[in-house]
């Protein structure tokens, strides 16, 4: 089912309450890349 809520969680404690598991800080990089038109088929499945 499809929530109709569009709020986002506004402090660590909405968010935990909103996590499944431990929050976990990423600590990692995240590389961006331009856009590949070749991506949605990918993602087709």
Request: aromatic content about 6%; glycine content about 2%.
């Amino acid at each position: 089912m499809i929530s109709n809520n569009t709020s986002m969680p506004t402090t660590d404690d909405e968010l935990q309450k909103n996590t499944v598991g431990e929050l976990k800080p990423h600590n990692a990089p995240i590389t961006l890349v331009e856009y590949d038109s070749s991506w949605p088929e990918l993602f087709e499945q």
